[in-house]
Structure formats: C-alpha cells, structure tokens
C-alpha cells in the first residue's frame, strides 16, 4: 500500500509541473508574435479568481447539489468517516 501511495504522490507532483512548461512552448514557440496571447492568458487567470471567490461564497450551496447527486450508501460512507475523523 505503501509504494503505491508513494507512486500516486509521484506521478501528482510530475504532472503538476507540466502547466508550467506547456505554456512556456505555447508562449515562446507557437504564439510568438501574437498579442493576443497575454491577455487571452491574462483573462483566464482573472476568470480562475472569478470562480474561486463564487465558489467560496455559494460554498454550502455546491457542496449540497454534489452530496444530493451523490448515491446514498457512498453518504453514509461518507458521513461515517466525517464523524469518526
């Protein structure tokens, strides 16, 4: 169990750094002359804060459409961890 938690933690932490360099080739290589690009760029992170601040202030709302939408023995599952963690 050990080594595959250490494999899953491995292969998050690589894929976490591929962003990164996509939009490094994506900046310098393929959009090179574009003006466009930083402000297409620019958007999408002001559109990710966007989202986090409505997340946060429908928080209760979300998380109660996705608990409704979820079956109910994997609730109970659920709410059996919650109250013992």
């Not at 690009?37 to 998380?63: C, D, H, T, W």
Request: net charge positive; with cysteine.
């Amino acid at each position: 169990m050990f080594s595959f938690t250490v494999l899953f933690v491995t292969a998050w932490l690589c894929d976490l750094k591929r962003p990164p360099g996509d939009l490094g080739y994506l900046a310098y290589d393929v959009f090179q002359n574009s003006m466009s690009f930083p402000f297409v760029l620019s958007g999408l992170g002001l559109l990710m804060i966007f989202s986090a601040m409505k997340y946060q202030r429908n928080s209760r709302r979300v998380e109660a459409a996705i608990r409704a939408a979820v079956p109910i023995g994997l609730q109970e599952l659920l709410l059996h961890k919650r109250v013992a963690g």
